[in-house]
């Protein structure tokens, strides 16, 4: 089997290098490729990518799904592994991705392969292990750790933080969403036990930024799909307060230290963020 990796950036000099530095032992034991879809950086993140020998694009940004399925067409492997350039492949995951049964007998069956040749004639699946390929894990979720602040936060709903990131070629692709873009799978899903790691927020003015960009995007989107959005003070001031209410203290965030008071203090925040920019993008389409 081959194995592509595929990330899109965007001024990631910081987080690249480490990205790509994580996955190579991976891709020169299992055979594959690095692919990174660039939306125009003006730092270092192109030089440290071509650097790692990553094949590298360079197009217009076109949102969060449709980058990262740009990406997923320009891969050749059997298999594919979405990353962010924010994440990270501990060295526990290599050899379980590896030895996983069904990505190690992934036989890539194409009406135009040549069978006739004696060489490839010897290693053509048998019908009986055509089924059982047909039985196994098209995908795999794999748990993340989310560090905050330098601190790996297990508490809140922040741990085992599953996402579907390991798939075979044309098996899946992320859903149309503005953000919080998850991938869809055909075919069964298998768990793998160890973890990606995301680095995410190194800073407070990081997160803050971040949940500012994403709670637009958020408000964009429930603009978009539901009923126009009054003035509500339970979206904007109870919702909020519920959400920490039941991350912190019924999802035992509180374990996390001030971390985690930070963490989902500034979380609830962004709810509120999200459904006044609703009520506010609302207000400016019926001015």
């Known amino acids: 089997m081959t194995l592509s990796v595929v990330i899109i950036t965007y001024n ?13 032992n991976l891709v020169r034991e299992v055979g594959g490729e690095i692919i990174v879809v660039d939306s125009g950086s003006t730092d270092r993140t192109l030089e440290i990518a071509r650097s790692a020998g990553a094949r590298v694009f360079v197009e217009p940004w076109k949102g969060y799904s449709a980058q990262k399925n740009s990406a997923i067409e320009k891969a050749s492997g059997d298999w594919i592994l979405s990353l962010d350039a924010d994440e990270a492949v501990e060295p526990e995951l290599i050899p379980e991705i590896a030895q996983q049964s069904p990505i190690r007998e992934s036989v890539p069956i194409k009406p135009s392969d040549n069978w006739c040749l004696t060489s490839v004639e010897a290693n053509r699946p048998t019908p009986e292990k055509l089924r059982n390929l047909e039985k196994e894990p098209a995908g795999y979720w794999v748990p993340r ?4 602040l330098g601190r790996w936060i297990k508490h809140g709903g922040f741990w085992p933080d599953p996402k579907l990131r390991l798939f ?6 992320f859903e149309n969403r503005l953000v919080h873009e998850d991938v869809k799978l055909n075919g069964p899903a298998g768990k793998l036990r160890h973890a990606l790691i995301h680095h995410s927020y190194p800073t407070l003015s990081d997160y803050i930024d971040h949940m500012n960009h994403y709670s637009l995007l958020g408000a964009e989107m429930a603009s978009q799909t539901s009923a126009p959005r009054g003035f509500s003070v339970f979206n904007i001031v109870l919702r909020p307060v519920a959400t920490f209410i039941y991350n912190y203290f019924f999802r035992l965030g509180f374990l996390d230290g001030r971390e985690g008071l930070l963490l989902h203090l500034y979380h609830s925040v962004y709810v509120s963020w999200k459904y006044a920019k609703a009520w506010e993008l609302t207000r400016k389409q019926h001015t």
């Open 145 to 148: 750790k989310n560090f905050f």
């Open 168 to 173: 075979r070629r044309g098996a899946a692709r």
């Open 12 to 24: 990631e000099e910081a987080n690249i290098g480490r990205t790509l530095q994580s996955v190579a």
